[in-house]
C-alpha cells in the first residue's frame, strides 16, 4: 500500500520559517516526480513546487517563488520544502504528491498525502 505522510506543519509568525517533509513508502518513488500543492477550505488545490526524480530540476509556484526551496532527501522516497519570508497567505494544509508527471497540476498526481497545516500569524 502506497502512503505519503507529511511532517512539519505548524503555527509561525509572518516572516519565520518552517520545513516541511514527506515520507513515501509502498512502492519505490526514486524515478518519480514529486511535489507540494496547498489548499484552503473551500478553495482549488494549488501548487507549489515539484521536483524531478533527481533533483535536477525544480519548479515553483509564482506565490512562492524565492522564497520556498523544494529539495530531495538523503533518502530517495523523501522529500522537503524549506519555507522561508513566510507570510499570512501562506496559511493553508499543504499536500505531498508523487506518481504524476513534471506537471503542475494536481490531476496529474497519483498519490496524496493526508496534509499538514501551515499557520502562519500576522
Known amino acids: 500500500q502506497v502512503q505519503l505522510v507529511e511532517s512539519g506543519g505548524g503555527l509561525v509568525q509572518a516572516g519565520g520559517s518552517l520545513r516541511l517533509s514527506c515520507a513515501a513508502s509502498g512502492r519505490a518513488f526514486s524515478r518519480d516526480t514529486m511535489a507540494w500543492f496547498r489548499q484552503a477550505p473551500g478553495k482549488e488545490r494549488e501548487f507549489v513546487a515539484a521536483?524531478?526524480?533527481?533533483?535536477?530540476?525544480?519548479l515553483y509556484g509564482d506565490s512562492v517563488k524565492g522564497r520556498f526551496t523544494i529539495s530531495r532527501g538523503g533518502a530517495t522516497n523523501t522529500m522537503n520544502l524549506q519555507m522561508n519570508s513566510l507570510k499570512p497567505e501562506d496559511t493553508d494544509v499543504y499536500y505531498c504528491a508523487a506518481g504524476g508527471g513534471w506537471s503542475r497540476s494536481s490531476g496529474d498526481y497519483k498519490y496524496w498525502g493526508q496534509g499538514t497545516q501551515v499557520t502562519v500569524s500576522s
Open positions: 521536483i524531478t526524480w533527481n533533483g535536477a530540476a525544480t
